[in-house]
């Protein structure tokens, strides 16, 4: 018993004279080896905590960038299908408007030729000087070759993305002309003179008269004048001559070219010496193209 005693009173100074020691060594600013020991692991983990996190967060960089990637890449694949659908539907737009385009100033084109047609045969039922007007619509397709005025027809190529396609209009009654197949809009004159009807829009020539009878007393010069007339705005040169010409020189014309402006008008004189016949025409021309003829005849 003693023994044990000792033992355990030994045991209990051991453990105080620990303490004292470590109080002591606090005191004299002596190292204390299991503290520090204890720190460095501390700050150890801490280092490994810290590179663990650094891991992490490179890890988590990687993937958000490699989503953004692709989220990028998905992103421009759309918008390039979508491009391209626009561009279909604004091809498909755009046919379908040049499509309806053609279609109506085709439409306007024969509506405009029905009524210049219809102009033209009125006129020519009324006799040589009628002067009739119409509205006429030439489309952006037209072309002038292959356009014309002639044998009772008034034909209007048009040349567009399906090919070529005529817009022809056959009339009853005999046509000339001068006729502009530019693209544009135009007012139209049928103008009637005697056996046919010139078409043009500007018109230049209307006769007084038709027709002209000469006669006299026997060994008497003849007389008689004939009124022409520019009904148009713009200036002509008119150029007269006898059709066929006479015989002889008993048959003459006061002029055989003469300018005249636009709304303005002459007079041609007609002198039949005496003793003289004649059965023809006098044709009158202006630079336009257009021609009127007159029928003459001198007799005793």
Do not use: C
């Not at 045991?11 to 002596?30: F, I």
């Not at 006299?216 to 059709?243: F, H």
């Amino acid at each position: 018993m003693p023994i044990r005693g000792k033992g355990a009173f030994a045991g209990g100074n051991t453990s105080s004279r620990l303490r004292s020691g470590q109080a002591e060594a606090r005191k004299n600013n002596l190292p204390n080896y299991p503290q520090r020991g204890q720190a460095s692991i501390g700050k150890t983990s801490s280092s490994a905590r810290a590179l663990r996190g650094q891991a992490s967060i490179g890890k988590t960089s990687s993937s958000a960038r490699a989503l953004r990637g692709q989220a990028a890449i998905e992103l421009i694949s759309i918008l390039s299908v979508a491009l391209i659908v626009l561009g279909a539907i604004l091809a498909a737009a755009k046919s379908a408007h040049e499509d309806m385009q053609i279609s109506l100033e085709s439409k306007m084109l024969e509506s405009g030729l029905s009524s210049l047609g219809k102009n033209a045969e009125l006129a020519y039922r009324s006799g040589p000087g009628t002067i009739l007007s119409s509205r006429l619509s030439i489309p952006y397709t037209a072309v002038e070759d292959g356009s014309y005025i002639g044998d009772g027809i008034i034909n209007v190529r048009l040349e567009h993305k399906y090919g070529v396609r005529d817009v022809p209009y056959k009339l009853s009654v005999p046509v000339e002309g001068d006729l502009s197949f530019l693209p544009g809009d135009y007012e139209v004159f049928a103008v009637s003179h005697r056996n046919y009807v010139f078409i043009t829009s500007t018109p230049t020539l209307v006769a007084s008269d038709n027709i002209i009878y000469l006669k006299g007393r026997p060994g008497e010069e003849k007389r008689a004048s004939v009124g022409i007339r520019n009904p148009g705005d713009t200036g002509t040169t008119y150029r007269a001559v006898l059709d066929p010409l006479p015989d002889d020189a008993g048959v003459t014309l006061e002029w055989h070219s003469k300018n005249v402006n636009g709304g303005g008008s002459t007079e041609l004189g007609i002198r039949a010496e005496p003793g003289t016949s004649y059965s023809g025409d006098i044709l009158v021309t202006s630079s336009t193209g257009e021609y009127e003829r007159i029928r003459l005849e001198i007799g005793n």
